[in-house]
């Protein structure tokens, strides 16, 4: 029999890479990876090659595990007076307002193509080349600008992505103007470096000619990522964090990430006791788990230098204890994929809010992890090289005993465990479809300066009305906001019927293969 696979994806071009991985011979974790890597190659701004990546995998017949390729503190080797450089500081209108730092400076070690690697190397069944050979096509051919990412050049097109000569010819039509939804780009240059990673593998990102490349341009430009760096990068294999809420047994990443635990976390607390939740979606509960979880983040986790000790203590305390143990006071892109044979997929990618800067002769935007001031809050240069950043990523995968299988994550900075917590809580807890579930108005707890907090929300008046109750302000986003995230899922039933949902908030788009 034929194996059959469903993509949740960012966008058409995404989808599509998918199924031609899928029609190679490839299975969930192939269709994935490919996927993503089309998303790094035609939405420019919102996700590139150069930056970091978690893979969620859960095998048929095999356990669950997380591929770690978040970004490292960059500078291995480096003297102390070059900390501190290359970077510009830029004041965006997106979310409301937003203060990031661009420019080499603001690079951290990418490991993306590390964990891709590592992931096809343990699961894939269809060829390296094949998987990439959809984003070689697509780069060197064209491809049509999505509505994300349109929308994202818009509000930063001059700020963030304005400054590299570089960059330019990746992100503006010829006569200097933004891209806009539905232009054709293309990016030789990226489609030449993929197909270098075809044919020599992953790990020549972080050695020989590219990483040279990488290095160089970095050293020139005030950066401090070194071949050093690139080369001492490896991917991690991890154990996840298992939870069960409803009748869905559900793995997701763990520390050193911090979106993992804060997901299981909340997932924990809005099932209750007894795992079900009390059958009805509870706004003043949901607002005060997500109010109280994240303030705890805000002052441990955000200024911890021990992801990994802090992030499982924070698991044992509200295992032993509940919330009532707690102190209270960026561009992403994912995909999902499940395959008839009931494996499934998630990886969440991101670049930060991009560095604006890319590799000359490359194609590859840089990242700007380090400038993200929400997950570098001890200070932009202040970890030591090596060191793994904070992560609000959480691609997550889940079984039950019926066979079912799921993949589901987000983008959305600090949004992701809040888009999830929503989604995933009304499926497994309300019997909702995972369909309309994404669809369903969202809102998420905003930690503001000091111990101040703010209800960000959707338009939808019991939020509006919970939020009152617990005497908090709101801000509303209008209805269907891309701050809320871009939640994509695919999943397996237990007949081996495949079915994927996307985001309305986000140009997704799906594709279930045919039998």
Request: aromatic residues 4%; charged residues 20%; contains cysteine.
């Amino acid at each position: 029999m034929t194996r059959r696979v469903a993509v949740a994806a960012t966008g058409p071009a995404s989808a599509d890479a998918g199924m031609s991985a899928a029609a190679a011979g490839g299975n969930a974790v192939d269709a994935a990876i490919a996927a993503i890597v089309a998303a790094m190659t035609t939405e420019p701004g919102i996700v590139s090659p150069l930056g970091g990546a978690f893979v969620t995998i859960w095998p048929a017949g095999a356990d669950p595990e997380v591929v770690d390729g978040n970004v490292e503190m960059p500078g291995r080797g480096l003297p102390r007076e070059r900390f501190g450089q290359g970077l510009r500081e830029i004041t965006t209108t997106y979310g409301g307002g937003l203060t990031l730092y661009a420019g080499h400076g603001s690079v951290a070690t990418p490991g993306a193509f590390a964990a891709l690697g590592v992931a096809h190397d343990r699961h894939g069944s269809a060829a390296w080349t094949d998987v990439l050979a959809p984003s070689v096509a697509a780069a060197r051919g064209g491809y049509a600008i999505g509505g994300a990412a349109a929308s994202y050049l818009a509000l930063t097109g001059d700020s963030v992505f304005g400054w590299d000569p570089n960059t330019g010819p990746l992100v503006r039509r010829a006569d200097g103007s933004a891209l806009q939804a539905g232009d054709i780009a293309t990016n030789p240059d990226l489609a030449l470096t993929l197909e270098q990673i075809g044919a020599q593998g992953a790990r020549s990102l972080y050695t020989g000619e590219l990483a040279a490349r990488i290095a160089a341009d970095s050293d020139a430009r005030g950066g401090l990522l070194t071949e050093a760096d690139l080369a001492a990068y490896r991917a991690v294999v991890r154990a996840p964090v298992r939870l069960s809420i409803g009748d869905w047994d559900i793995a997701t990443n763990p520390p050193p990430s911090v979106g993992g635990p804060m997901l299981a976390v909340m997932l924990r607390e809005l099932a209750g006791a007894d795992g079900r939740g009390g059958g009805e979606w509870d706004w003043v509960r949901v607002i005060d788990v997500q109010r109280r979880v994240l303030t705890y983040r805000a002052r441990v986790h955000d200024l911890s230098t021990d992801l990994e000790e802090d992030g499982y203590a924070l698991l044992e305390q509200v295992e032993r204890h509940g919330l009532a143990a707690l102190p209270t006071s960026s561009s992403t892109a994912h995909v999902s994929a499940a395959d008839s044979d009931g494996t499934v997929c998630a990886i969440t990618a991101s670049s930060g809010y991009g560095s604006g800067a890319t590799v000359p002769g490359t194609g590859m935007m840089l990242n700007n992890c380090l400038g993200e001031p929400e997950l570098n809050r001890l200070g932009l240069h202040a970890l030591t090289p090596g060191t793994r950043l904070a992560s609000n990523m959480a691609p997550s995968v889940g079984r039950r005993d019926d066979g079912s299988a799921l993949a589901v994550g987000s983008p959305g900075a600090d949004r992701i465990t809040t888009a999830l917590m929503q989604v995933v809580g009304r499926n497994a807890l309300l019997g909702m479809g995972i369909g309309d579930a994404i669809d369903a108005p969202r809102a998420h707890v905003r930690i503001l300066d000091g111990d101040s907090v703010r209800v960000d929300h959707e338009d939808d008046e019991a939020i509006v009305a919970a939020a009152a109750e617990l005497g908090l302000p709101t801000y509303s986003h209008g209805p269907l906001s891309m701050f809320f995230g871009g939640v994509g899922a695919a999943w397996v039933d237990g007949d081996g019927s495949l079915g994927a949902a996307g985001d309305p908030r986000r140009a997704a788009a799906t594709r279930v293969s045919q039998a």
